[in-house]
């Protein structure tokens, strides 16, 4: 059994399969929690916006999820959507497609992948430059036409990092 602070485990090592064994037990229990309302597939797409999606937003927020992981919740979000709690029927779009934007073709289910680095890299930046989240990335937007930013290389500036 491993120690969980705020719902998270406490380890010291890369995040491992059983480790994440929680999450997604949190993801079984909520889809076997609307066997009850046989929802339609419009309530299966806003189910999984609103609620499952944030279920590893936050755990994508703590950790890089490893791919073993991410191929789960995506199994479980996919089986939900085509199936429903029913446990019928088959993927009738792949993955991919389904996590375009609505514009684009898609779903607008956001790929978990994705969604991990960008939770990743805002980490980067707030270690990097703390205090400037939301304002430091408006900055990086203005330089899109110079082949992009690399941030570690970005000059350092600021009270904070002179000690």
Same mark, same amino acid.
Request: hydrophobic share 45%.
């Given at each position: ?5 705020? !719902? ?5 090592? *890369? ?9 997604? $037990?949190? #993801? ?11 929802p339609s #597939?419009?309530?299966?797409? &806003?189910?999984?916006?609103?609620i499952l ?8 927020? +703590? #950790? ?5 992981i991410i ?6 979000? *996919?089986? #939900? ?6 446990? =019928?029927?088959?993927?009738? @779009?792949?993955?991919? &497609? @389904? ?6 073709? !898609?779903? /607008? %289910?956001? $790929?978990? &992948? ?5 939770? =990743?890299? *805002? ?10 989240? !939301?304002? /430091?990335?408006? +900055?990086?937007? !203005?330089? &899109?036409? $110079? /082949? /992009? ?6 000059? %350092?500036?600021? +009270?904070?990092?002179?000690?």
């Amino acid at each position: 059994m491993s120690v969980k602070y705020l !719902g998270l485990p406490l380890i010291s090592s *890369r995040l491992s399969l059983s480790n994440c064994r929680a999450l997604l $037990d949190k #993801f079984d229990r909520r889809i076997q929690g609307w066997v009850r309302i046989l929802p339609s #597939f419009a309530t299966r797409i &806003q189910l999984i916006k609103s609620i499952l999606m944030t279920l590893n937003t936050y755990w994508a927020m +703590a #950790f890089i999820l490893p791919k073993g992981i991410i191929k789960e919740i995506e199994k479980r979000l *996919r089986n #939900f959507l085509w199936k429903g709690v029913t446990g =019928m029927g088959y993927s009738k @779009v792949a993955w991919p &497609q @389904v996590c375009n934007l609505v514009d684009k073709g !898609g779903l /607008g %289910v956001r $790929d978990i &992948q994705s969604l991990n680095l960008a939770l =990743m890299s *805002r980490q980067l930046w707030e270690v990097r430059f703390p205090g400037l989240v !939301g304002i /430091g990335w408006l +900055a990086l937007i !203005g330089h &899109q036409g $110079d /082949g /992009g930013v690399n941030i570690l290389l970005m000059p %350092v500036t600021g +009270a904070y990092w002179l000690h």
